[in-house]
């Protein structure tokens, strides 16, 4: 259960991040990524510099993945306590992620405008949800 409201932050902040003028798909590129991670950050009491240096550290190739996954690290990074107790308490972050996912149409959408999989965005923010507890 706490778990899955971890997840949900996760989802708020990447709607909020994409709403208004940042534009209805995920990034397309690395710089774009870049801006939107640290507009995140900063709007969750997050450095930007350190949501930036996960960005640059996530296992990912594309720029949609990697953003997905630092969001998952800025949500989890934004509040640990919360965090560790999920990892005690909750499901898989993935399997949370997914739950969330395809409860949500407006993601679904957001996901299949920048050909991303919800596999894969589950994985993303599952595994950057995970990195941002440590």
Request: aromatic residues 4%.
């Amino acid at each position: 259960m706490v778990e899955y409201a971890t997840v949900t932050a996760v989802l708020g902040m990447l709607a909020s991040s994409l709403s208004g003028s940042l534009g209805t798909a995920l990034p397309a590129s690395n710089t774009t990524a870049a801006s939107r991670i640290a507009a995140v950050a900063r709007a969750h009491h997050v450095p930007a510099a350190q949501a930036q240096s996960a960005l640059g550290k996530a296992p990912y190739g594309t720029p949609a993945l990697r953003y997905l996954y630092a969001v998952g690290w800025v949500s989890a990074a934004s509040n640990v306590a919360s965090c560790r107790a999920a990892q005690v308490l909750g499901p898989d972050p993935r399997v949370a992620a997914s739950q969330a996912l395809r409860g949500s149409p407006k993601t679904l959408a957001l996901l299949r405008a920048s050909h991303v999989q919800v596999s894969q965005a589950a994985a993303a923010i599952g595994r950057g949800t995970t990195d941002g507890c440590s």
